[in-house]
């Protein structure tokens, strides 16, 4: 099982290649700065000569999944891609911060490794070792300031039982001062101060361990964690989501059908028909729909329409959402956008609808569970001003993984700014 490792997430790149049993047998060191396009080739090249490998004989490569360098990380992906065309190998991939916090060895903590991203900004993300070294992902990964980070860390550090902090990675040195007033110790032992290890990369890339870890599902196509999009990109969605012709109007028994469908799309374990009928019937029941409306000359024809509801005719539901409210308090239930459509600003309208009606009624508190490794469901509810609650472990049963309790307050404390990140979500929970 002969393989390579290409870290490229920063401009300390590395390549490593793997004898069959997993071994090193050559690494290939340099500071590349921006030159990853020149550069990588060469190395990987070197890297395969000193380990006297043939290409054919690679099983496997492992590529770095960010976040970091947009440049490094697709370079690196593109060439790990074209590397098993060739080879006919597996594509493996670990995130920066993953083979960061598995690696660190850390027991009983809260683990933030950390990766420069510009300006004063750094890439933060939040794990949480047992007193076995059992590393797990504990919530998505935000891109910030020290100050912003420290916030996040504060919600977090409770649903670890209050343990130790222990930041780690390149970020760190840049941002030792501030760390360390706010959390005496918390960045000794150093770990990969002097940049991100293909090692690391290998061996979580390899683990198998999932979305638990933070990881790409065992036999899942990888994709870059980018955090933050391009500009150019955020431009270009805010136009198009200018002028959807979305509206969010409550749930009725006719849309069932088309609800019904789109649950059995989106989740692995979905609510049936009945159970909507019958939800519909409560009095502290919210649930609302985002339907697609005809285009008018207006708005121009809509550009790629959701599906109609079985059988025709029926409303065209790109979205629904179902909570409880009552007694002033609240609990999301299930929060489910139409695949094709997400990226399109539905989840943001379903949520602050209810947000909208919360405050109407009175509402001082609102919960959900979501899953640890559903980043984008968990920047849609922290930009909306839902925070860090509690732990839910092992609460999905499909993947092992931690369910987050968040809660969203009518008066929070001093929130702390949301990840950049996109809300292009769906998500489960069961009844509360």
Do not use: K
Not at 202 to 207: D, F, G, I, V, Y
Not at 386 to 401: C, H, K, P, T, V
Request: proline letters at 9%.
């Amino acid at each position: 099982m002969s393989g390579i490792a290409l870290e490229t997430a920063t401009g300390h790149v590395e390549v490593l290649a793997c004898g069959p049993d997993g071994a090193p047998l050559a690494l290939e060191v340099e500071d590349v700065t921006h030159a990853h396009t020149r550069r990588l080739v060469p190395l990987l090249r070197r890297a395969l000569e000193r380990a006297r490998l043939d290409p054919a004989e690679l099983r496997w490569v492992a590529a770095d999944l960010g976040p970091g360098s947009f440049t490094g990380v697709r370079v690196g992906m593109a060439t790990a891609e074209a590397l098993a065309l060739a080879s006919g190998a597996e594509v493996l991939g670990a995130s920066s911060l993953s083979a960061l916090a598995l690696a660190c060895g850390a027991r009983r903590a809260l683990v933030v490794p950390l990766v420069a991203a510009g300006r004063r900004d750094v890439y933060a993300g939040f794990y949480r070792a047992d007193g076995r070294g059992t590393v797990s992902l504990l919530a998505a990964p935000l891109v910030g300031t020290a100050a912003q980070v420290l916030e996040v860390v504060a919600e977090a550090l409770p649903l670890t039982g209050g343990r130790a902090v222990r930041f780690i990675g390149p970020g760190v040195p840049r941002e030792r001062e501030a760390l360390e007033a706010a959390h005496p110790g918390s960045t000794s032992p150093e770990w990969r101060s002097e940049g991100l290890s293909a090692e690391d990369l290998a061996r979580a890339a390899r683990s198998g361990r999932g979305p638990a870890a933070g990881l790409p599902a065992p036999g899942a196509h990888s994709h870059p964690l980018y955090v933050r999009s391009a500009q150019a990109e955020e431009r270009v969605r805010r136009r198009a989501m200018a002028n959807e012709p979305i509206a969010v109007r409550p749930l009725g028994h006719v849309d069932i059908p088309a609800v019904a469908a789109m649950e059995r799309l989106v989740f692995s374990d979905p609510w049936p028909e009945s159970f909507f009928a019958g939800e519909l019937g409560l009095a502290m029941v919210y649930a609302r729909v985002a339907e697609w409306l005809p285009p008018s000359p207006a708005r121009g024809a809509a550009a790629v329409p959701p599906p109609a509801a079985p059988g025709g005719g029926g409303p065209r539901i790109a979205g629904y959402l179902v909570a409880w409210l009552g007694g002033g308090a609240g609990h999301v239930g299930n929060l489910a956008v139409a695949p094709e459509l997400r990226r399109r600003g539905v989840a943001r309208m379903l949520l602050q609808d209810l947000l909208a009606a919360a405050r109407a009624q009175g509402v001082e508190r609102i919960t959900l569970e979501v899953r640890v490794s559903n980043f984008a469901a968990q920047g849609l509810y922290r930009a909306h001003g839902f925070r860090l609650a509690g732990l839910r472990r092992g609460y999905y049963r499909d993947s092992g993984e931690d369910a987050l309790l968040m809660a969203w307050q009518t008066l929070p404390p001093a929130p702390a700014p949301a990840p950049r990140s996109h809300p292009s979500t769906s998500e489960r929970r069961p009844t509360p």
